[in-house]
């Protein structure tokens, strides 16, 4: 029996009810074709096997009205092809039968990844051209070698411009004081943001820029990169104040041998304009 096409709410939410209709209605009509090629298909197969079976019964009773002489071997030869030639026949529908169910099948697959592609691209053009203001509360655990570790705490902000396809453009800053130096990063990178659920995105990023580094008596530049991950959950849907908690760990390098490692934790919000 036919099955009609329904979308839950999400898909209208996303799509808007006029891309959804449309979507809805283009499935039934490609199952209602299916299955009317189907039927077509079908019928003519029966027609075609009902041709040969009336042939072989009008053979049969030909060569049953034949001298008695000639009686069994007709019957040996009608029960030989006349069953073989049913047999093959009704494999032959069965076989189309499968192939059209099969084609059907893919037909469908292809539909169900159509509308999931086109579900997450319209999340993420909804979000495309925009800035998004990030603002941390930073845990960092120093590492230098050929000395303890530290930890302290220190805050972090960031503007992002949103592009296409879920990437952002990012320049990231954070300032920490150790008891005998200050860590100030200025990073340029870009971040990919990966929705998993209506209100959770997973973003990971990377950055590299210059870091400034000063002590009691002394101030250097120092080349930085850092890496990690965000996730990012929205108060509500298409909210524009979000919550964001980061892992991540960053290196510094000066021009000559001194360098450290940076491993850092954080949460704040996220504030698209």
């Not at 040969?52 to 007709?74: T, W």
């Amino acid at each position: 029996m036919p099955v009609t096409a329904r979308l839950s709410e999400v898909f209208y939410d996303r799509l808007g009810a006029q891309i959804a209709n449309e979507l809805v209605e283009w499935y039934n009509q490609v199952d209602a074709t299916c299955r009317s090629d189907l039927e077509c298909l079908n019928e003519t197969d029966f027609q075609r096997f009902s041709a040969q079976l009336d042939a072989r019964v009008a053979a049969s009773e030909a060569r049953l009205c034949a001298p008695a002489s000639q009686g069994v071997g007709a019957l040996r030869y009608v029960a030989g092809p006349g069953c073989g030639t049913e047999s093959a026949a009704g494999r032959a529908v069965r076989i189309t039968s499968e192939e059209e169910t099969m084609r059907c099948g893919r037909v469908l697959t292809v539909l169900v990844l159509a509308l999931t592609s086109a579900a997450v691209a319209q999340e993420h053009d909804r979000s495309t051209g925009g800035f998004d203001l990030t603002a941390h509360a930073l845990w960092s655990h120093q590492f230098v070698s050929g000395s303890s570790a530290e930890q302290v705490l220190g805050v972090g902000v960031g503007l992002g411009y949103r592009l296409p396809h879920g990437l952002t453009v990012e320049l990231r800053s954070s300032f920490r004081s150790w008891d005998s130096e200050t860590y100030v990063p200025l990073h340029l990178g870009v971040r990919y943001d990966l929705p998993l659920h209506r209100v959770v995105t997973l973003a990971p990023f990377a950055g590299a820029g210059p870091s400034l580094v000063s002590g009691n008596d002394w101030a250097s530049v120092f080349a930085s990169f850092d890496v990690g991950a965000r996730v990012v959950v929205a108060l509500a849907r298409d909210s524009r104040v979000r919550l964001s908690f980061e892992a991540g760990y960053g290196r510094a390098m000066a021009f000559h041998p001194s360098e450290f490692g940076v491993l850092n934790l954080g949460g704040g919000v996220v504030l698209s304009l």
